[in-house]
């Protein structure tokens, strides 16, 4: 059978399913994507409120570059060329309450220098840290997702920074903090939603920001998503929303399509799962196809957190400040019963001037959580003390807000609040989590199997089968699903760049 007449339905319309969508398209297959949402992006989104634009993923995109073969890659799947990045000196500020501060540059040099100036005594720790960064500043972390030969090139290369991965690897950014004397530095890698995380991640991501390869899409994450939609529309595929997936349908241990929430059935020659990992495997396919490392890996395996996001539009040209301002706090925030922030990072969208009219500023706040079920209990149980409590946890964002730049609380026009409640109830993702799986020390950042053990004709892509998450994950795992899925059909995978030109495969 040719490919055209073959056809391969995706449940979930997030990244990495419209990834999926269009290498699947253009290698000749007839493809749905299935989203249960009113809008694709899944987790990569923003919303508008009263003339502001709110995002609540991009900081930054790995792969923004065109050289490089990540930049080649998204290239594949839109035509990124369209968008315009921007890449701050300035990655981050870290303040404390009582005036002191510390300038987290995005530049290794600049990084080091200041390092060095806020805290001679961290000197080695600094220089060694630096010196990680720029060792790993080639490490061709998406070649590992190629196909042999590629795949081979890239370990050979690999070969001589081996050391140096598994040194950074085998610590996390927590422990790490622990060497530095100076408060900030320490605080840096201590606190915040990713202290769980291998250090190594930290290390790749001034190297990325290094060597401006992972910029910020003016737009932010819909503009990113709209690129990759109108692709797979052109390339002929169907993107169907509120069109919520409820099993994947099984015959003589091959997936052959899916059925709909409203009974309608989808038969398919593959399917692929890019929604959630957890629902995926437990419920849309009953647990019928796992063994002891899965349930191993879903029981014990850190997640990324849930969040709140307090975001909020500002009549005021807030350009003087950072992008990302970290507040430590003098008093904690207590955010729900089980949760006390220690440092509330606000994110400040000057930078980007279509999210809120001249003069005026999109301010978020992103407040991790993993007390992801008390919010969806009292969403459900006691709607207004629902709503009480995230008035009271804007109040206490502006409150913060207000000390630092006095008198802005008189300019906030708008306040919107997002909780984990939100979350599932947008993307579905298990835990309400932000980016699916924590890589640790120990799993490394290399995608998990696509497959499920006993079950044909099936892959699942995206984050939560490549720990780290990011939308990366979603371009490189639906890269590697479908070269798969073609090599078992017999077909070629010619991936074309959105401006036409074929890449090697
Ligand atoms: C606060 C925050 C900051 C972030 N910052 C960055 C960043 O700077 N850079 C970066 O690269 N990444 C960042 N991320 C992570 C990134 O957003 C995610 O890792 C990525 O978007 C995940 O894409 P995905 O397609 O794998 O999953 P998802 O985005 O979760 O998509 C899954 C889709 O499947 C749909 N779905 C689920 N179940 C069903 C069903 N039964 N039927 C039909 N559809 C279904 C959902 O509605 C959803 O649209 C951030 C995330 C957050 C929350």
New binding site residues.
Partial sequence: MKPASRKIVI?????????AGVYAQASGYQVEV????SV??????SWKRAGYTFE???????GSSPDGALGAQWREVCDLDKLTFVYPEEFQRLETEDGRALRIYSHVDQLEAEFLRASPQDAEEIRAFASAIRGLADFPMEALNEAWPRKGLALLRLIPKLPLLQHWASMSAAEYGKRFEHELIRRFFVDGATSGMSVIALVFMFAWMSRKN?G?PIGG?KAVVRLIVERFRALGGTLRLM????EILVENNAAVGVR??DGETIHADWVIS???GH??IY??LGGKYRDEAIDQFYEKQQV?PS?L?VSLGVAQDLSAEPGLLSRCLAEPLRLDPETVLHEVPLRIFHYDPTFAPPGKTAVTA?LPTYNYAYWLDLERSDPKRYAAEKQRVARAVIAILDRRMPGIRERIETIDVSTPAS?VR????WKGS???FVPTPGTGFGAKRQTLPGLDRFRM????VQPG??????LM?ARTAIRAICRKDHVPFVPKSASGVDQAA
Avoid: I, R
């Fill in positions: 449940v979930g319309g997030g990244v990495a399913g419209l990834c299935l989203e249960q949402g694709p992006g899944g987790l990569a989104t609540t993923c991009l900081h930054w995109l790995v992972a910020y994450s069109a919520k997936a409820d709909l929430a890019a929604a959630d629902a995926t419920d849309l990324f969040y996001q992103f979350v947008f993307t579905a993702n932000m980016e699916g892509v995206g984050q939560w998450g990011g939308l990366p994950s979603g795992t």
